[in-house]
């Protein structure tokens, strides 16, 4: 009882906070994160929702896609980028890796879904190791930019090569096969997708929570405050970036695996920077290097589109107003934690070489420099 009660104290004039979630036992955490799970699952059947968050279009559907892989790929992008401090501009490029190789091996080899799904998997890993080794040298700018040329290299490629189907893609790409009258797959049917997905961001959460607890993960955190303190500590700066990139491209593969079977067609236009765009958006938005709150990002840059679409094309006015208005408000995030919080409140921003100075050291430096 203390405990909780003692993080609420108001000594001093001071605000008032919520009690460290770490602190609750860990019978009372467990429960929580079981029934948030249930809860998940149980999102496409509960009554009157679709009219209340998607009037115009499929619930269900749009849980799948953007929500849904939105929320897989900004968990994934917040390895790279909250984690790491590593700007990634290119984060698309593993998306469709992982749809293309899923397309490829359905449809040219016959594959069923679920080892296409592992293969597209390990390729995209193998894409981060390439892109990583020669390139994570880079920091910054350098950086975002060089990442930003892969994933439209990724793109063009896939535009201009004939047995990926040039501009056409891949069509006719089988979905994953039903599993009795519980997991049915179909055009109609994406329940069985969302439990798949409900299902990968359960597994991503744990390995990346594991991660940040990890030595691996202080490693990240030393990196991304500071690089070059963190090398004469005797960190290896550059094996722990390439883990970053690896894990991040793996589970972006998974996401476009994922996608290719429930669209059934994939062109190269899927994959548009943007999309690397809006994914960073998503973490940055809410709260990068928190997971609760890259979930909330990523749902809110999935969802708001898909609320306003009764606006047409004045929905996409609303909704940068939207994320321009939170950002004003709320510039560490929707729920940033309480350690990336004290790293912006230092100024650095807690984005290591991303340079957001956007705390009271910031505004110190322009003083100076006025």
């Known amino acids: 009882m203390s405990t909780l009660v003692s993080g609420s104290t108001t000594r001093g004039g001071r605000r008032p906070s919520l009690p460290s979630w770490d602190r609750v036992p860990a019978a ?3 429960a929580a994160y079981l029934l948030l799970f249930v809860v998940a699952l149980w999102l496409p059947s509960v009554p009157g929702i679709a009219n209340v968050m998607s009037p115009q ?16 790929m900004a968990l994934g992008l917040n390895v790279v980028v909250g ?7 290119g ?20 594959w069923s879904f679920w080892p296409a799904l592992v293969v597209g998997v390990v390729l995209s890993m193998a894409a981060g190791l390439l892109l990583g080794t020669p390139t994570l040298r880079l920091r910054g ?3 975002a930019i060089v990442t930003l040329g892969f994933g439209e290299i990724i793109r063009v490629t896939a535009n201009n090569t004939d047995w990926l189907g040039g501009p056409r893609g891949i069509s006719q790409i089988p979905r994953p096969p039903n599993v009795g009258d519980t997991l049915e797959f179909g055009a109609l049917k994406a329940k069985a997708y969302w439990y798949v997905i409900v299902v990968l961001i359960v597994l991503i959460i744990l390995i990346a929570k594991r991660l940040e607890d990890s030595r691996v993960g202080r490693a990240w955190a030393a990196i991304r405050e500071d690089e070059d303190a963190a090398e004469l500590m005797g960190v290896p700066t550059l094996k722990f970036k390439l883990a970053a990139f690896f894990i991040g491209a793996g589970i972006a593969g998974s996401g476009g695996a994922v996608f290719a079977s429930r669209q059934t067609a994939i062109v190269p236009d ?3 920077f943007v999309l690397s765009a809006l ?3 998503a973490v940055v938005l809410g709260g990068s290097g928190n997971i609760p709150g890259v979930i ?5 840059i999935a969802w708001l589109p898909e609320r306003f679409r009764q606006f047409v094309e004045w929905r996409q006015l609303f909704f940068g107003a939207a994320l321009v208005l939170i950002m004003i408000f709320r510039p560490e995030g929707l729920l940033p934690n309480r350690q990336r919080r004290a790293e912006m409140q230092e100024g650095t921003g807690g984005m290591g070489s991303l340079g957001a100075e956007v705390g009271p050291v910031a505004v110190q430096n322009v003083e100076v420099d006025e």
């Open 28 to 30: 009372v955490r467990w």
């Open 57 to 72: 279009n499929d619930w269900g559907g749009v849980l799948v896609y953007p929500i849904g892989l939105y929320i897989v």
């Open 83 to 89: 984690y790491a401090g590593l700007l990634d501009l």
């Open 91 to 110: 984060y698309v490029a593993f998306f469709a890796i992982g749809a293309y190789t899923v397309g490829v091996l359905t449809t040219k080899y016959d």
């Open 141 to 143: 700018d350098y950086l």
């Open 270 to 272: 899927n994959f548009p």
């Open 279 to 281: 994914i960073l958006a």
């Open 296 to 300: 909330l990002g990523a749902f809110l």
